[in-house]
């Protein structure tokens, strides 16, 4: 993707419809008059005066407990230096939006225009009545020191530089990990740290704490080896500096142990790397380039363990790991400071969590089939959902038993559950489709692609490694549509099968099209016409292999796109009758909806079928279906024909999967409100499960709940996801987003994984693949 294009995306996807990232919501009803009187005057002055004769009041009665304030001045924005605090903002929003995603924190982002460091700490000091906790952000060095310590000493809720403390914790239970591989203990082993800003110092500290000795240390910053003789050196980098003054980095890493980088990419070599003692580690960090590239390394030295700071390689050092679950346990037991000890619980809780067996779900988001620890594996995934009930209660505990907890904990295993239900254990379902879809990467036909919205769901999915769109219609119009809206085609293939170029491979797909309708009512002059229609066309790829899914159904009614599908591609072998299935992404979690799209009126052997499709699709995805078959009447309290066929279906489906979870037929309040059915129904076996799965009684009930759900309920859709054709062909609804575009490509991708007869990391480059597409048959 070019730089340009990349600036568009970036500035469309900030400035679209609301501006920014987030929003205030509120927590209470506020639609009536007596809602308005309580939540403002005259009923605030209640908590207001509870407040005023007891400041800890403010935890009972506003959202102190649970705010935090994302604050910067602007001056070390990523790798854009001092840029100012206006220019801070999208990143501070972002880090509110990790912090809300990961761990359920709500959080004001605040840019304050100053810049000494006195002021500054005056500043947000002041701020203390209304946070629960400060995270400080891209605040330069060495002021980002003084301004921490200060505000620790005068404040008596937690505050932490993320950008210092974040890559401490998180490369310190690599450390661990990795020292307890290569056989090395800590006291004794040789570190060579090239970048002596914010975070590689605080790094320092932290392994000064876990043990390491400051006269193993040798430090390199842009002015060369830290030695005594210099003159610009603080306090705390004095006492890693050392005697000699013609360190190069290249005499340091001879018989060193550790390399240590936060600097700059490629500075580092592989003879570097060989010198180093045996069984080495390198934690190369510098972002986006390590400072030396992860093959190179491993390569370099067989028996070396390497960490960076990116996704695509194993051991990514993420700051995600900690800070929403530091914060997350500090608030709980409302601590008065994010000390030593909490740090270093969240550090060994991260290294001990690597060594425990890995939930398949993460298995599944990294399309690997065991992760195990190892020397690939010495920290968890960013998307392990334990993160969030192993770190926080580490943290929570350290800081009951160091002291600074004003609310402690006395059931953990309760604590446990109720940080589980914040977000949902299932709630990161769309964040595992789509790693697990970039891991393995599939060819994806786009049926429509003369329309705006495909080609840059297009450019997008190519972009981000998740899919190799192949873009199917008339060539200059494609071009002539990308031209003008600045989207860059020149990597992704367009075939036209109007075009004399692809008459021989549209003969070729007629000839097996005639064979397979023949005796259907299709002679070969309708064969060979039909093959230039782009459903037509695009479904032949997918079932000779020269694609492997299909995306179709923008411009077209739902009918007509899905019948191509089922006359070239056909059901699955057990399969009597497709059906379409949506995943609702909910804050509570996903929601499995069908069928939404397909089936008018089934019968109670239909509808059996569709939920066991459809339970089959949710395991699929690494979750446990729990399923309610959905009616307007609870367990035979009517005797209506419509009820009786849900009740026959759940009846045929507990028949012949026994061991599925599935009730019914019941309403759709009842499907929600475990109490209620304990209470009415205890024989139910949704009476102590969670439901999320829906099996509709007819399309119309469906459909409609699926819009509601998404129009009105704010739902995030997925689908509609086509269950039980033999290949990948997933069919858009009328006027989807680029947003849905994308959904659906993940999870035609996916499909394609799982239909593949090969699924285990045959993902190839992009390179590789588009060299191989010039060759193939399907660009002739």
């Not at 509120?26 to 605030?44: F, H, I, M, N």
């Not at 609804?733 to 990391?761: E, P």
Request: overall charge neutral; hydrophobic content about 40%.
């Amino acid at each position: 993707m070019s730089k340009e294009l990349r600036r568009e995306q970036a500035l469309e996807y900030h400035s679209k419809g609301r501006p920014g990232k987030i929003e205030v919501i509120p927590t209470k009803e506020a639609k009536t008059q007596r809602d308005l009187s309580l939540a403002y005057s005259p009923g605030v002055a209640e908590p207001c005066k509870e407040i005023a004769a007891n400041k800890e009041n403010a935890y009972k009665y506003t959202a102190k407990g649970n705010l935090v304030a994302v604050i910067s001045n602007g001056t070390a924005v990523l790798g854009l230096g001092d840029i100012g605090p206006e220019a801070s903002k999208p990143v501070m929003e972002g880090k509110g939006v990790l912090f809300k995603i990961f761990a359920d924190i709500d959080v004001f982002d605040i840019e304050v225009n100053e810049k000494d460091p006195q002021k500054f700490v005056d500043i947000v000091a002041a701020l203390e009545p209304t946070f629960g906790g400060i995270n400080l952000e891209d605040i330069k060095a060495p002021e980002c020191f003084e301004i921490e310590t200060k505000l620790r000493e005068r404040l008596k809720i937690p505050v932490m530089h993320d950008d210092q403390h974040g890559t401490a914790i998180i490369s310190s239970a690599a450390l661990l990990n990795a020292l307890e591989l290569q056989r090395k203990k800590i006291e004794k082993v040789e570190f060579v740290v090239n970048g002596a800003g914010a975070a590689a110092m605080a790094c320092v500290r932290l392994y000064i704490s876990l043990g390491a000795r400051y006269e193993n240390f040798i430090l390199f910053d842009k002015d060369g080896v830290l030695h005594k003789g210099r003159t610009d050196l603080d306090d705390e980098k004095r006492k890693f500096a050392v005697n000699r003054t013609d360190w190069t980095l290249e005499k340091a890493m001879k018989d060193a142990d550790v390399f240590l980088g936060l600097s700059v990419g490629n500075v580092v070599t592989t003879d570097m790397v060989k010198s180093m003692a045996k069984n080495p580690i390198v934690f190369a960090m510098a972002n986006p380039d390590p400072e030396i590239p992860y093959e190179l390394a491993v390569e370099a030295r067989k028996d070396v363990i390497m960490a960076t700071g990116r996704s695509d390689y194993p051991n990514q050092v993420n700051n995600v790991l900690g800070f929403p679950y530091i914060f997350r346990g500090a608030l709980d037991v409302r601590a008065t400071q994010i000390n030593e000890a909490m740090k270093l619980a969240a550090v060994k809780a991260l290294a001990e969590m690597a060594k425990t067996a890995v939930p398949e779900i993460v298995n599944l988001a990294y399309n690997e089939k065991n992760i195990v620890f190892g020397p690939e594996y010495i920290i968890p995934k960013p998307l392990d959902p334990r993160l969030l009930s192993v770190v926080a209660p580490a943290v929570a505990r350290a800081a009951m038993e160091s002291g600074v907890a004003q609310h402690p904990i006395s059931d953990w295993n309760l604590y446990k559950v109720e940080l589980n239900k914040r977000l949902g254990l299932d709630n990161q379902l769309l964040r595992v489709i789509s790693a697990k879809a970039r891991s393995n990467p599939k060819r994806v036909v786009f049926a429509d692609a003369d329309n705006l919205k495909i080609l840059k769901a297009a450019q997008i999915v190519f972009d981000e490694g998740i899919a190799y769109p192949i873009l199917l219609g008339n060539t200059k119009k494609i071009q002539a549509i990308a031209a003008e809206n600045s989207i860059d085609l020149t990597e992704l293939p367009i075939i036209d099968p109007l075009s004399d170029e692809t008459e021989e491979k549209r003969n070729a797909y007629a000839a097996l099209f005639f064979d397979k309708r023949k005796r259907k009512g299709v002679n070969f002059y309708e064969s060979k016409k039909m093959m230039r229609d782009r459903n037509y066309y695009g479904s032949m790829m997918v079932e000779t292999g020269d694609a492997d899914a299909m995306i179709s159904g923008l411009l077209k009614n739902y009918p007509d796109a899905i019948r191509p599908a089922l006359q070239i591609i056909g059901k699955e072998e057990s399969v009597k009758k497709i059906a379409g299935m949506y995943i609702m992404i909910t804050k509570k979690g996903p929601l499995f909806l069908a069928d939404t799209t397909v089936n008018f009126n089934p019968t109670a052997e239909e509808l059996a079928d569709i939920t066991i499709m459809v339970a089959r699709e949710v395991s699929n995805f690494n979750i446990t279906p729990r399923i309610a078959m959905l009616s307007y009447s609870n367990f035979g309290s009517s005797n209506s024909p419509e009820a009786q066929i849900v009740a026959q279906a759940t009846a045929i489906v507990k028949h012949r999967n026994p061991k599925l979870i599935v009730d019914g037929e019941m309403q759709a309040s009842l499907a929600f409100s475990k109490e209620v059915v304990r209470d009415n129904y205890p024989f139910s076996e949704l009476a102590e499960h969670d439901v999320n799965t829906l099996i509709f009684p007819n399309l119309a009930a469906g459909n409609i709940a699926y819009n509601l759900l998404k129009e009105v309920g704010g739902a995030d859709a997925i689908g509609p996801i086509l269950l039980g054709l033999k290949k990948p062909v997933h069919v858009l609804q009328l006027g989807s987003s680029v947003r849905n575009i994308i959904n659906m490509t993940l999870v035609a991708v996916i499909d394609a994984q799982m239909k593949s007869k090969s699924n285990t990391g045959d993902a190839v480059s992009k390179s590789s693949w588009w060299k191989r597409r010039r060759n193939s048959p399907i660009n002739k």
